[in-house]
């Protein structure tokens, strides 16, 4: 079974950083796209970035120019850069990525359980 962890959440103040990372953990074939999606609570999840196999990146309106994603193949690993990050920022961050996970050919969603980002006024 495959599972998306993420990490590097936490409680930043308006103008600050912070960098998530998210890696699968257990056995899979192959990754494709990987991205990143927030929710804030009573909203519905949205996107924050997406960056497909090929390397071709979409930004949600909220984090462009100030969010940047990047992906190291060789771990396996989808990093999420924030800076000058505001009150509005503020949800649970989730990790997602298109898994072939039996070698099938046929890839489906996972979804990570979601790291906390709190941005203080």
């Known amino acids: 079974q495959v599972q998306l962890v993420e990490s590097g959440g936490g409680l930043v103040q308006a103008g600050g950083s912070l960098t998530l990372s998210c890696a699968p953990s257990?056995?899979?074939?192959?990754?494709?796209?990987m991205g990143w999606f927030r929710q804030a609570p009573g909203k519905q999840r949205e996107l924050v970035a997406h960056?497909?196999?090929?390397?071709?990146?979409n930004y949600g309106d909220s984090g462009k120019g100030r969010f940047t994603i990047s992906r190291d193949n060789a771990k396996n690993t989808v990093y999420l850069q924030m800076n000058s990050l505001k009150p509005e920022d503020t949800g649970v961050y989730y990790c997602?990525?298109?898994?072939?996970?039996?070698?099938?050919?046929?890839?489906?969603?996972?979804w990570g359980q979601g790291t906390q980002v709190t941005v203080s006024s």
């Open positions: 997602n990525a298109r898994i072939d996970s039996l070698g099938s050919g046929v890839s489906r969603d996972y």
């Open positions: 257990g056995s899979f074939f192959s990754i494709n796209a």
């Open positions: 960056m497909a196999s090929g390397g071709t990146v």
